[in-house]
């Protein structure tokens, strides 16, 4: 399916550039405990595991199906006691005459070969088959490899996002309890009516209510990365305990183009190959309407006595070829081919609904991550006129001018509104973070998932 060369309008950005993305585009935030956790999650996520085993099984399959381009050799020993029947006809005159013994023994042993020569390319479409179902394994295993390190990322920064919102809602409270001393004191003055103190009651309890709130998304948040990174979640909590603030994400990130996202998106490389699967299994169907071609021999040695088992006059065998041609078989072999050739077409349009999926996916990510961005920068902003408008209360009551109400209530106002900096941060970090996987960075190519482990076939396992 042909592809702009360039991003349409809706996704476009300025924060954006043409350039391939960074593969271990965490790097760029440089958090050395968001590297330390994608780096574990990639060596210990049990999910990268299970998808490393379906690797190694479609490998195996290859050459479970390669086997059959070659021939087969066999070899087998065998002894057998045989009682003839007496009241067989054509033998009990023999029998009772003594010249045939009805208990016998017979020993024997030799080699059989086998080989179906592959004139209509059956075997070879199998094997086709089974490679395309590797790389298509391969192309799946480094779809989960981007879920993993995309997942770690995102619940790394919920986990500063919750810690950085409970800090600051302890600090709202704190002041909000300051205004609510003043608001009673105003009361009891005179200066001052009770649905005042009634009103700054309900924000302070507001307040403290979404304390929890953040606790149990940080808890969340680090026993998600325990699972990903396969640790203890009681350790990991320690060792996260003092996490720094959340990371500034780049000015300029590199998306790439629209043709190169289609090669780097592992679920696209999954479709095509299952495509040429497809197709392969087609051929191996039609093979079977035509006969089969077999070589077959056997040489051996068998004689009723071990002591001349070897012996030259014991000697037997065989070859010739045999040829076998399914004459009838009540139209199975063709409704065969029509189910491979509907399986194909089946990949066909799961390959073009890929593709479609995958420009559809990047545009939105761009999007959000423009408008992530373009939140925060606001927001961002508004915070910084409300700090300057604290600091001139601040100013104003150390000069006598004002009293400290005002002070406490813009700092209220301070606090909330870097409280939804911090939101707005991260979910710029978690938009770039889908960005990222989205266009199909997430780890160099020519690495192996088992971290600074370089593979010996590019792609191998990757």
């Known amino acids: 399916m042909d592809s702009p060369e360039t991003w349409s309008a809706i996704g476009a950005t300025e924060a954006t550039s043409d350039q391939s993305p960074e593969p271990a585009w965490w790097a760029t935030l440089a958090s050395d405990d968001l590297t330390s956790l994608i780096e574990r999650a990639v ?26 381009l070659g021939p087969s050799l066999n070899t087998a020993f065998s002894f057998d006691r045989i009682n003839l029947s007496e009241n067989f006809p054509a033998l009990s005159d023999f029998i009772e005459d003594g010249r045939v013994n009805e208990n016998q023994e017979l020993f024997s042993a030799g080699f059989d070969a086998g080989w179906e020569i592959d004139i209509f390319g059956g075997t070879r479409r199998a094997v086709e088959s089974a490679s395309a179902m590797v790389d298509a394994r391969i192309a799946e295993r480094r779809d989960i490899l981007l879920s993993v390190v995309a997942e770690t990322a995102r619940s790394y920064f919920e986990l500063h996002s919750a810690r ?135 040489v051996g040695q068998q004689s009723a006595d071990f002591s001349t ?27 065969r081919v029509d189910a491979a050739e509907a399986q194909h077409a089946r990949a066909i349009f799961a390959h073009q609904r890929a593709v479609r999926a995958a420009i559809a996916d990047a545009e939105a990510a761009l999007t959000r991550y423009a408008q992530a961005r373009l939140a925060y920068d606001r ?80 792609g191998d396992d990757s």
Do not use: C
């Open 164 to 298: 950085s919102k409970r800090a600051i809602l302890e600090e709202r409270a704190a002041v909000q309890r300051k205004i609510l001393d003043l608001a009673q004191a105003r009361v009891a003055a005179g200066l001052a009516t009770q649905p005042d103190v009634t009103r700054e009651i309900i924000e302070l309890e507001v307040i403290r209510a979404a304390i929890p709130e953040q606790r149990a998304a940080e808890v969340a948040a680090v026993m998600r990365l325990a699972v990903l990174t396969m640790q203890d979640g009681g350790n990991l909590w320690e060792q996260l305990a003092d996490t720094p603030e959340l990371p500034e994400a780049p000015m300029i990130v590199p998306v790439g183009l629209p043709g190169e996202l289609l090669r780097r998106r592992p679920d696209v490389r999954a479709a095509e190959r299952s495509v040429q699967a497809a197709s392969a299994q087609i051929g191996v169907a039609v093979a079977d309407l035509y006969p089969s071609f077999f070589l077959t021999g056997a």
């Open 309 to 335: 088992l070897f012996s030259g006059a014991s000697t037997a065998w065989s070859i010739g070829p045999t040829v076998r041609w399914p004459i009838f078989q009540g139209g199975s072999l063709r409704a």
């Open 379 to 458: 927001t961002r902003n508004a915070a910084e006129v409300q700090r300057e408008a604290t600091l001139l209360a601040r100013q104003a009551y150390d000069n006598g001018l004002t009293d400290l109400e005002p002070v406490l209530r813009s700092q209220r106002q301070l606090y909330a509104l870097t409280q939804q900096v911090v939101e707005a941060h991260a979910s710029m970090l978690i938009a770039l973070t889908s960005l990222n996987k989205t266009l199909g960075g997430g780890w160099p190519e020519d690495v192996h998932p088992e971290v600074g482990a370089t593979t010996d076939n590019a």
């Open 43 to 68: 060596t210990n996520n049990l999910s990268l595991e299970i998808a490393r085993t379906r690797v190694r099984e479609a490998r195996a399959l290859v050459g479970v199906v390669r086997g059959g």
